[in-house]
């Protein structure tokens, strides 16, 4: 299985709710990532998990909280967003992410949130 | 800090013509090189890749680039493009960022391909 999954494909959120992203691999890789793409731009790293530990944040706004339960799985929670948060999240996963590591990272098919 | 430059924003081909895309970086330390591609509609998958050994890579669909340090470049070439090729492609650099390996996704090229 060389899959990143994230569910859902699609949301639509009002900046009063409370909604979670999901994104699971069963390829072994003990490092996840966030990434946010707005349109005709590059992703961004939000964040980054390595043994489900977080080692990188990206001075993201606490409205973006990631939870990792356990090596396969990484979630991210998001609570009162704005409408300029209306982006592709994109999750990836490599072997490792620490120093000297050679990491390929996989991506997945993102979640598209649109923030009304 | 590390940075990438993509030059060419956005690139239109007819299909058999040669494809270059420029990259270049800047990074105090060793680095990682990759090319993802995103098709429309679909994820980003990587192209090829630079860890180390030979600075000329070849990668998936006929695609290579070569990594030229005293340049900080890593461009990616292929011979004869097709319509399939029509995407748009990032370079990207990794390199370490507090004892950890960061990636940093350069501005990304548009290819059109002309049947």
């Known amino acids: 299985d060389t899959e990143v999954t994230q569910t859902p494909k699609h949301l639509v959120m009002g900046m009063t709710n409370k909604k979670s992203l999901k994104c699971e691999q069963h390829?072994?890789?003990?490092?996840m990532y966030w990434y946010k793409q707005k349109a005709k731009k590059p992703p961004e790293l939000m964040f980054v998990y390595s043994y489900e530990k977080l080692s990188i944040n990206e001075s993201v706004p606490s409205r973006f909280s990631p939870e990792c339960p356990n090596s396969s799985l990484l979630n991210l929670h998001l609570h009162a967003l704005q409408p300029e948060d209306s982006a592709l999240y994109l999750c990836?996963?490599?072997?490792?992410?620490?120093?000297?590591?050679?990491?390929?990272?996989?991506f997945g098919p993102g979640t598209r949130l649109t923030v009304l | 800090a590390q940075s990438v430059s993509q030059h060419n924003h956005h690139v239109i081909l007819s299909e058999a013509a040669s494809l270059e895309l420029g990259c270049n970086y800047s990074?105090?330390?060793?680095?990682?090189l990759f090319w993802y591609v995103q098709y429309p509609g679909q994820h980003l998958q990587l192209l090829l890749k630079y860890f180390s050994g030979d600075p000329l890579v070849k990668g998936i669909k006929g695609f290579e680039a070569e990594f030229i340090k005293s340049k900080f470049s890593f461009n990616l070439r292929k011979p004869s493009v097709q319509w399939s090729d029509t995407a748009e492609y990032f370079c990207?650099?990794?390199?370490?960022?507090?004892?950890?390996?960061?990636?940093?996704f350069g501005t990304g090229t548009k290819l059109q391909v002309i049947p």
């Open positions: 990074y105090g330390g060793t680095v990682n």
């Open positions: 990207a650099v990794e390199g370490d960022s507090g004892g950890y390996q960061k990636v940093t």
């Open positions: 990836a996963s490599s072997l490792d992410s620490g120093t000297g590591s050679y990491n390929e990272q996989f």
């Open positions: 390829m072994g890789h003990r490092a």
